[in-house]
């Protein structure tokens, strides 16, 4: 996995790092409506620092910001262009990766054992079956620990 300068170890407050800016995105970004990417960033160089709330794909308001940018923080035009570019592209495949960890399902039940799943197997397989499991189940709780149980957990 390749090194990002989108820093998201904070994800509601991601730092984005591009000479001589420091691009920090107050509140995180939502991860629902890919169609747009509303964002408050705070752009900072030195002690200097100016925030603005806008969508990064409405071109309007990523122009409006570069040039409100360079004006108040005296960078060039050019090298705030580039890097909200460069934090758009961070922040989409971001939200992608955490949009595709969110949608994978991981399987949280206990898988039995092999010695467990060959007791259950003789338990399941040896005679009066039913007058057992009759027995077992009359049984209160953790008076016994059948190996039916352990292939067959109650929820």
């Known amino acids: 996995m390749k090194s990002s300068p989108l820093d998201t170890t904070n994800n509601q407050h991601p730092i984005y790092k591009h000479a001589p800016l420091e691009i920090a995105v107050l509140g995180g970004i939502r991860l629902d409506g890919l169609d747009r990417m509303r964002t408050t960033l705070k752009v900072t160089v030195e002690h200097l620092s ?4 806008l969508d990064l794909y409405n071109h309007g308001q ?3 910001l570069i040039r409100t940018t360079a004006e108040k923080l005296e960078v060039g035009t050019s090298v705030i262009a580039s890097a909200l570019d460069k934090l758009t592209d ?4 971001y939200r992608l990766e955490e949009i595709e960890n969110q949608t994978k399902e991981t399987d949280k039940r206990k898988l039995p054992s092999p010695e467990e799943i060959k007791k259950a197997k003789f338990y399941l397989s ?3 079956l039913t ?3 009759k027995e077992d189940i009359g049984k209160p709780p953790g008076a016994h620990l059948s190996p039916l149980a352990l292939i067959w957990p109650l929820r």
Do not use: A, M, Q
Request: charged residues 40%; aromatic residues 0%; glycine residues 0%.
């Open 90 to 93: 961070e922040l989409e495949n």
């Open 62 to 64: 990523v122009e409006k």
């Open 131 to 133: 007058e057992r499991t």
């Open 50 to 53: 100016l925030r603005h709330s």
């Open 126 to 128: 040896s005679p009066n």
